[in-house]
């Protein structure tokens, strides 16, 4: 007789990191191995989302796996998760988990992802986090710009990985703020489009206030009109920028 038995791949992944990150405390006294097998997991989900697959994203954002990235954003307990330690093999837990978030905003035209993360994503994690970020960003590019030289090749991969953080970040930001304004001010009328488009450009107080100048020349956001709706995208400016 043959049979055959069907494993769904992708919820296994989710409950197994779910049950991984059960706690503060398991969360904060991962290994080098723990730490190895989260981020492939982490990178397994993420590109099970892309492309996008509406299908995967709805899976896992459901999922109580949001609970779990919120521990790990939010994690004091910096050994594995260090901005510092994002080194070119590795993105690093935090960043991995942020990219995750945004795979999952990832071409949708609707607010079911939107609304499940607005309710269970802490954003001031997020917002400590991308500050953080751009801190670390900032002072590889006071140190070079002191020294009056360009970044060497690690301190060049080391920029363009916490680089991919910050996008994936403030996307998410983006992203939950954006659907928000979309949803009060109906932007299906001509008359408020206008509004919004100002509004966007302004973003909120609370996320933008931390070096705001820094942002700007960390990353470029453009606006494309998509589907009656404006949508604002983030994308990263290289080292190099600083010479044009």
Known sequence: LHSSTQVNLIKLC??????????????NRFSTLEGSLLSQ????????????????QELIIKSEIVSSLNLIIDTKNEKENEVD??????LGIKSLS????????????????????????????????????????????????KEKRLPTSHEASLFKKKQAALVAVSTVLLELEQKNLLLKTEIGKQSTS???????RTGNNEQTSHKKRTEQKLLGVIEIAWRGQVERTCFPLPLEVKYL
Request: hydrophobic content about 40%; glycine content about 4%; charged content about 25%.
């Open 194 to 200: 206008s509004a919004l488009v100002e509004s966007l």
């Open 98 to 145: 942020c990219i995750l978030l945004s795979a999952s905003l990832e071409g949708r035209d609707d607010d079911l992802v939107h609304i499940n993360l607005e309710r269970r994503l802490m954003k001031r994690s997020l917002i400590e986090y991308k500050n953080k970020l751009e801190d670390s960003l900032h002072s590889l590019t006071v140190l070079t710009n």
């Open 14 to 27: 989710v409950d197994y990191l779910i049950l991984l990150c059960d706690s503060t405390s398991n969360v």
């Open 41 to 56: 997991m982490l990178e397994l989900l993420i590109e099970s989302m892309q492309g996008p697959c509406r299908g995967n």
């Open 85 to 90: 330690n994002i080194n070119s093999k590795n």
